[in-house]
């Protein structure tokens, strides 16, 4: 079948790789957020996101895959960074990656992974899956924690539906992370050393409240506990 995969830097090529290996994967379709102003980071063109390609897969094996590019720009500020900003100003605090889990790697990002005729989207989050067939012929479908209690990520994938996790493919999901390292290292990927990416994606290194206050003015009020 072909298999697609997006988002993230240092686990995609050794996900993609490990399906591809398997022979299982003979397409990669990344996710991309264009030209984003919340970003702050420097646009991110389609071109740019070729040389990244380029540079994640290096000289092995993945250039041999068919690459497509999807702009998920305008679905990513409408369900993740404005929905981000709104739900603080309600006095709630947020959570984007489940958000973007939910509507933009399982759902805008599936729905054109389709068009492609993919069968399954493949993401290298530290989780896994599980499956239990009933008798009258239903599958239920139970996420699981990552191998790795480090690193275990199931949490950013808790409002997945049945629907959702039908589709989904956890591949690094039994793997810890020097594992993952070492086999970018096997595979002569650039990206074996990379340091690990945290916190908000589209806040990047910036100051946390100094974002905030781009788009909620401060304001004398009481604090409540």
């Not at 939910?102 to 992974?113: A, C, M, P, Q």
């Not at 290298?124 to 139970?142: A, N």
Request: charged share 25%.
């Amino acid at each position: 079948f072909k298999g697609t995969e997006g988002f993230g830097v240092a686990n995609v090529p050794v996900n993609a790789a490990l399906l591809v290996l398997c022979g299982l994967c003979t397409s990669v379709m990344w996710g991309g957020i264009f030209n984003l102003a919340v970003e702050g980071l420097g646009k991110y063109t389609e071109k740019a996101s070729g040389i990244f390609m380029a540079l994640v897969c290096g000289g092995g094996i993945l250039p041999l895959l068919q690459n497509y590019v999807v702009d998920l720009t305008d679905d990513f500020k409408k369900s993740v960074s404005d929905h981000f900003i709104t739900t603080y100003l309600n006095g709630q605090t947020p959570n984007p990656c489940v958000e973007c889990n939910k509507y933009l790697k399982f759902g805008e990002f599936y729905k054109k992974s389709e068009e492609l005729e993919c069968n399954y989207v493949a993401t290298g989050h530290y989780c896994q899956k599980s499956e239990y067939l009933f008798d009258d012929g239903k599958t239920l479908y139970s996420l699981k924690a990552g191998y790795d209690t480090n690193k275990d990520q199931s949490y950013f994938l808790c409002q997945l539906t049945q629907e959702q996790l039908k589709y989904a493919l956890f591949p690094i999901g039994h793997l810890t992370k020097p594992e993952v390292r070492q086999l970018a290292k096997d595979l002569d990927l650039p990206v074996a050393n990379k340091k690990d990416s945290t916190g908000i994606c589209f806040i990047g290194e910036r100051d946390f409240r100094e974002f905030l206050k781009n788009y909620i003015p401060a304001k004398e009020g009481k604090m409540e506990t």
